[in-house]
């Protein structure tokens, strides 16, 4: 009995002593890396011509979730930064694209014309988070530490710097590709100056031959991902961040490698160098933490917002089936049945087809007179009848289609009633519609399937195993995860769970 009662105390005091412990330490410095359009097989490609110091260092001293996916569609760049900052879906955070309608009016994810460009004269700084419904892991812990934290997001994007830092961010800095010389910029929403040390980068960047040449294009260049590098490197250093008595927060995308994917698809000696040097400009970034966070004081994540399908004729060349899914084309189509079926010419109903969302003009259908429901319908049988479709819905009768339950959730999950159109419709594997984004011999992204949704998500550093696991998660799940290991409320509409191999 006395035994029993000494490994009794014993045991409760080292459970007491772990939990002191577990709670009390918290990593200096949360580093969120995004890269645009990264598939996760790309690991795996490029691995053997990687160096030590960038991807194969997260790979081989982090833990790698092999299994991570994308729970929603459309798969796009403004909707993967909201997701994985805050373990949300666009039903619930609002961000439905790049560009979406709200309430009728076409806007840009991240359009807020109530402020102004902090570094230019152009038009290119009118930018902010409003648009975001949730908070993000950065609005999280401002709010635990009672703001004593600080929070940047850099990127050549606007909505890659933006939407990760959150509401409550202390910066969010972009590239001004239209100012000359090109530029990192801000907006009134977070600064009425640029610091000087970003003036200083500005001044770099202005005398960088190479990317000046590149001017307006630099997106297509690896150079992009260098600059912003830089940039990233001189907020870390500048801001002192991962030196205060508060946890930091910096958020990282580089967007070189969609620019370049959109232009020149998923296979090639662009896509290989832009991979390749990004990889060094990472090792970079990571000798930058070690040096003044200290290897073990920081806690990083790495994922992307998106995958890559295969340029559709590449896989045409090779026997695969795959092709063009025209919006243009649709959208001339679905016009005309719709005047068929009312027996006139009517003046256009349909105000967009974005990300395979129909977007109605219920305005126009009205005054036309014509009934919202009768539109629908002739819409959804034009679809369906077309080749190269496999699916379509109208967003308020998803429960009763008939299509995969797998599909149909994410349709679900990427749905907002004020938001997300009327109508949502699923090409065949291989099929997209490159648009003005991409180019005939590039590529682009935004379906539900494996390329476009099967993405990397490695940790590493503070409190992380080395390790992998197959087991299926989702972007949703990185904010829990991030929010969990700091003790943290989760974002106030996180749908996420924790991945428990990285926090037990």
Not at 103 to 128: A, F, I, L, M, P
């Amino acid at each position: 009995m006395k035994k029993l009662f000494v490994f009794a105390t014993i045991l409760a005091c080292a459970m007491n002593t772990y939990a002191q412990a577990f709670f009390g330490e918290k990593p200096k410095l949360v580093v969120g890396i995004v890269v645009d359009q990264m598939r996760w097989d790309y690991l795996d490609r490029y691995y053997n011509q990687f160096t030590d110091g960038g991807f194969r260092r997260l790979i081989n001293e982090g833990y790698s979730c092999n299994n991570c996916l994308i729970n929603y569609v459309p798969t796009i760049t403004a909707i993967g930064h909201s997701s994985a900052y805050t373990g949300s879906t666009p039903a619930l955070h609002g961000i439905c694209g790049n560009t979406f309608y709200i309430d009728g009016k076409k806007t840009y994810c991240t359009q807020d014309d109530n402020v102004e460009t902090v570094g230019s004269n152009t038009e290119n700084g009118k930018e902010s988070p409003r648009n975001l419904l949730a908070t993000t892991i950065g609005d999280q812990l401002r709010l635990h530490t009672d703001f004593k934290s600080k929070v940047i997001g850099v990127s050549y994007k606007d909505r890659g710097a933006i939407l990760p830092a959150g509401h409550s961010a202390n910066a969010a800095y972009w590239l001004d590709t239209k100012a000359s010389p090109i530029c990192f910029i801000s907006s009134t929403y977070y600064m009425q100056e640029l610091p000087q040390w970003a003036k200083d980068i500005n001044k770099q960047i202005a005398k960088n031959k190479e990317v000046v040449k590149h001017g307006d294009k630099i997106g297509l260049s690896y150079l992009c991902g260098t600059i912003t590098t830089d940039m990233a490197i001189a907020a870390l250093q500048n801001e002192k961040l991962g030196n205060g008595e508060a946890t930091d927060m910096l958020c990282v995308s580089y967007s070189q490698t969609d620019v370049i994917g959109h232009k020149w698809s998923t296979r090639g000696e662009n896509t290989d160098e832009a991979y390749l040097q990004l990889d060094k400009d990472l090792a970079r970034l990571f000798n930058a933490l070690d040096a003044q966070v200290g290897k073990e004081n920081y806690l990083l994540f790495l994922t992307a917002d998106h995958g890559a399908a295969h340029n559709y004729k590449f896989m045409q060349d090779h026997k695969i089936n795959a092709g063009q899914s025209l919006t243009e084309q649709i959208k001339a189509e679905l016009e005309k049945v719709v005047s068929k079926a009312a027996h006139k010419e009517l003046k256009p109903v349909i105000n967009d087809i974005l990300d395979y969302r129909v977007f109605l003009n219920h305005k126009a259908i009205e005054e036309q007179g014509l009934e919202l429901e009768d539109v629908k319908k002739v819409i959804l049988n034009h679809l369906i009848s077309s080749p190269n479709i496999s699916f379509a819905a109208d967003y308020e009768e998803l429960a009763k289609t008939t299509m995969h339950p797998a599909v149909r959730d994410r349709i679900i999950k990427g749905y907002h009633p004020r938001r997300s159109g009327d109508i949502y419709f699923v090409v065949d594997p291989g099929y997209y519609d490159y648009g003005s984004w991409s180019s005939p011999v590039g590529t682009t992204h935004g379906a539900w399937n494996p390329y476009d949704s099967h993405i990397p998500l490695l940790f590493m550093g503070w409190k992380v195993p080395h390790g992998a696991t197959s087991r299926e998660v989702h972007i949703t799940d990185i904010a829990p995860t991030v929010c969990q290991l700091l003790h943290i409320q989760q974002p106030n509409a996180c749908v996420g769970e924790a991945i428990t191999e990285i926090t037990k």
